[in-house]
């Protein structure tokens, strides 16, 4: 019997490591290192990485989805950003639930980077 042993991701995105933290890719990395040098440049508060977002509809807990990027800006409105490269059939349909969930809040904004 021969197995198909890969090395890394299936897409093709190469983890990286970008102050101690390793990144999914080498597009989220640089996203974090622009996103440190907004902070310096006080044009946004904070940012977070991998922020656990629970989606669920009537009361009923469907999934969690792990957004890439949270943004605090300086008006204190987050901001969810997602890097993508290549966007899955299973991330288009998370994406649509939580547009669905969260898009109407006018405190909350959804980006996505590609």
């Known amino acids: 019997?021969?197995?198909d042993l890969r090395r890394g991701s299936k897409y093709g995105a190469k983890?990286?490591?970008y102050e101690g933290q390793v990144y999914h890719s080498k597009k989220e990395a640089g996203y974090a290192a622009e996103l440190d040098l907004r902070v310096r440049a006080k044009d946004?508060?904070?940012w977070r990485r991998q922020v656990r977002i629970p989606l669920d509809v009537n009361g009923y807990h469907i999934c969690n989805y792990y957004i890439d990027f949270e943004l605090t800006h300086n008006d204190d409105t987050i901001e969810?950003?997602?890097v993508k490269g290549f966007?899955?059939?299973v991330w288009r349909l998370k994406w649509k639930l939580?547009?669905?969930l969260l898009g109407d809040r006018d405190d909350i904004k959804l980006t996505v980077v590609t």
Do not use: G, R
Request: aromatic share 12%; glycine share 0%; proline share 6%.
């Open 98 to 100: 939580t547009e669905a």
């Open 87 to 89: 966007p899955t059939e």
């Open 80 to 82: 969810y950003v997602e």
């Open 44 to 46: 946004i508060k904070s």
């Open 1 to 3: 019997m021969t197995w």
């Open 15 to 17: 983890s990286t490591e």
